[in-house]
């Protein structure tokens, strides 16, 4: 199982202090083993009234009907998918943490993926609800899967953009929820193993699965989690390729672009990236975890930011160029009239996506600004609030004025009930959120201590001494790294 | 069942385990296994376990998804229920892609991880003996299993002089709770 490993030493350490393979285990553990906190009381709370609105609101839709709703024609989609598409794109940045730089060898993701990983699966809960429940008679939701059936059978139509979506989410999320339970037995054989109160024993004795960190197992293991990724990695880009298909198949101007899967993808991405620092800054501050999730992540995951955000930009104005030039007048009307003219119904919401997504990104040019940890906290709470309203864009803009302008809607405003089912989600969210931080290792123990003496401060500074070792010197020292 | 005798010692630091496996395997002791904090790249080839098949298993489950999905698309778009859409042919591969391949990497990720779960004997509600608990946490344990040629007191002393510390000889229940016993041979090559 080995491979390649070459760790500069210009990169500074991913691990700040004086560590030992013990230290780790106490660090992460003692969130986990400590009362919950006043803050996390304060902040579970307020989740789980969010969530007990969103049930309600879900209730009233499910008992009276999508009417509960102010969708109309020609506004068939409005908050909902809205809300469905942006859940689904923040859940993104955790498998490209997990997956993609696990291929890339990245080794800061070490300090970040389990949390990410978390994410993702709870944004996808999140995500999912939306078009089960706009389908109205939610309880024939089952309907999507193609099962033997008594009409026929009829099957459902494997050609719909809409029923790849089904397969796409459902597959995305299994295949999350597996990754990152796979990642989780280790560390929660590590709690089991510590723990003292007899509920701990046997709750993470069951979630454990009988882990013992037998050699063999650990090969098995790295196996498994190499090929996961590998295979989260093409999978994550279908999602939401698939996502913007929803969109791109159809004849509707402003949808109609090839341009959409790339640009759906890279705006996942930068909106995941955007909830993950949100996440990430208040947790290694309330958890105290600064010395495993450093500046250095923080800025890593902004350069990251900074790339995707200017080729979420590149893609606005792309689209906007093509509109123009492909001198179709209905195209070139949704972007016109319907997006740019800041007079017209819906123009702020352009303006406010292009600030948000395109402008207030460019600051992480600065290097002081990426280490900023207030300008960076502000600037992910705008781009995730600017990646909704590209959504909002995309489905709003180009829906509320029709081909006919007789049929044009009037201002389309959610009901209560439209809000708070989306309130709901967050209440979901961080409700989960809050669970996971305090019932499990936000930080993957076994995988730190992996990286340890290599991106460790303390190894660290000992290695540059070895830098000017001769080469059978430093073979001699680092003989069991190259088996 | 049958009873088996372990000689368990503990070790602190990888770079010292790394010398006591192959000084353990070279004296012919049978090494039953390594436990550790985390995985130790190389340490499986110092022990002689042969390389994971796994990925295999997870190809063969992939494309046993690739085959479901466009067997199962087919058969009931041009078989069972052909439906004309637009005019369009019923065998209408490119938009089954996006299924197809969904369903290869769900085949893939489930059929791979049951397997790991069954190779390994892992699920919900097992337990597992241990040797030492904190093999989860910062000690690196190795159990050398006593067979009829194994003097005891000497291999006591053999794995001390190798850096173990706190060497125990411990007697076990055999059982899959233990490891799996049956393919001893094909494990230690």
Excluded at chain 1, 110 to 115: K, L, Y
Excluded at chain 1, 253 to 272: C, D, E, L, R
Excluded at chain 1, 348 to 364: A, D, E, K, T
């Amino acid at each position: 199982m080995s491979l390649l490993r070459y760790e500069s030493q210009v990169r500074a350490p991913l691990i700040d202090g004086t560590k030992d393979y013990h230290q780790i285990t106490e660090d992460i553990c003692r969130p986990v083993e400590s009362k919950p906190s006043r803050l996390w009381l304060i902040g579970f709370s307020i989740s789980v009234a969010l969530l007990l609105f969103g049930i309600l609101s879900v209730t009233m839709e499910v008992i009276y009907g999508t009417g509960q709703w102010n969708l109309n024609r020609t506004i068939g989609w409005g908050w909902d998918i809205t809300n469905f598409v942006w859940w689904i794109g923040i859940g993104h940045a955790g498998t490209l943490i997990s997956a993609i730089l696990l291929l890339f060898r990245q080794g800061w993701r070490t300090g970040v993926n389990r949390a990410a990983e978390a994410m993702t699966i709870f944004a996808v809960m999140c995500a999912g609800q939306f078009p089960i429940l706009h389908m109205g008679r939610v309880w024939n939701a089952f309907f999507v899967l193609p099962y033997p059936n008594i009409r026929g059978p009829l099957w459902v139509n494997f050609n719909s953009p809409l029923l790849w979506d089904v397969f796409a989410i459902s597959t995305y999320f299994t295949v999350s929820l597996l990754f990152w339970y796979s990642g989780l037995l280790p560390d929660l054989a590590t709690l089991r193993d510590r723990a003292k109160l007899k509920w701990r024993k046997t709750f993470y004795g069951i979630a454990a699965f009988g882990w013992t960190g037998s050699t063999k197992h650990w090969q098995r293991h790295e196996s498994l989690l190499l090929v996961l990724a590998g295979l989260s990695t093409p999978l994550v880009l279908s999602v939401h390729t698939i996502v913007s298909f929803d969109f791109a198949t159809s004849v509707v101007p402003g949808w109609h672009t090839t341009i959409f899967p790339p640009y759906f993808v890279a705006g996942a991405i930068f909106s995941g990236f955007a909830m993950v620092q949100t996440l990430v800054l208040v947790m290694r501050k309330v958890l105290s975890l600064e010395e495993y999730i450093t500046i250095e992540h923080v800025d890593v995951m902004n350069k990251v930011i900074i790339l995707t955000g200017s080729i979420v930009g590149i893609a606005y104005l792309t689209e906007l160029f093509m509109a123009w030039y492909s001198a179709f007048d209905y195209e070139w009307f949704a972007f016109k009239e319907n997006r740019l003219n800041l007079n017209s119904p819906y123009g702020w919401s352009y303006w406010l996506m292009m600030g948000c997504n395109v402008l207030s990104p460019q600051i992480f040019w600065f290097r002081k600004m990426r280490r900023n940890l207030l300008v960076t906290f502000f600037i992910s709470i705008l781009v995730n609030i600017g990646m909704w309203f590209e959504r909002f864009v995309i489905i709003v803009t180009s829906v509320y004025r029709d081909y006919l302008p007789s049929s044009w809607s009037t201002y389309y405003v959610p009901t209560i009930w439209e809000v708070g089912f989306y309130l709901g989600t967050f209440g979901l969210f961080f409700t989960c959120y809050f669970l996971f931080s305090k019932y499990f290792p936000v930080i993957a123990i076994a995988e730190i201590k992996h990286i340890l003496k290599r991106s460790g401060e303390n190894y660290k500074s000992k290695m540059s001494k070895e830098e000017e070792d001769t080469v059978t010197q430093f073979g001699e020292h680092h003989l069991h790294d190259h088996h | 069942m049958a009873k088996k005798k372990f000689i368990v010692g503990n070790f602190t630091d990888e770079a010292v385990l790394f010398p006591a496996v192959k000084k353990v395997r070279r004296a012919g002791y049978k090494l039953h296994d390594v436990f550790t904090p985390f995985p130790v790249h190389g340490l499986d080839k110092e022990m002689g376990l042969r390389d994971t098949s796994l990925h295999t298993a997870g190809f063969i489950y992939g494309i046993t998804g690739t085959s479901t999905a466009v067997g199962f698309i087919t058969w009931a778009l041009t078989i069972d229920w052909a439906i004309n859409f637009g005019g369009k042919p019923y065998f209408s591969l490119p938009a089954w892609i996006p299924i197809t391949f969904e369903l290869t990497v769900l085949f893939a990720a489930v059929g791979m991880v049951l397997t790991f779960c069954w190779l390994c004997q892992l699920a919900p509600f097992v337990k597992k003996h241990h040797f030492n608990p904190r093999s989860t946490d910062d000690t690196f344990v190795m159990a050398i299993e006593c067979t009829s040629a194994t003097n005891e007191e000497e291999a006591v002393r053999f794995l001390q002089a190798a850096g173990a510390t706190d060497v125990k000889v411990e007697t076990k229940e055999t059982g899959w709770w233990l490891g799996d016993y049956s393919n001893d041979k094909m494990r230690f090559a």
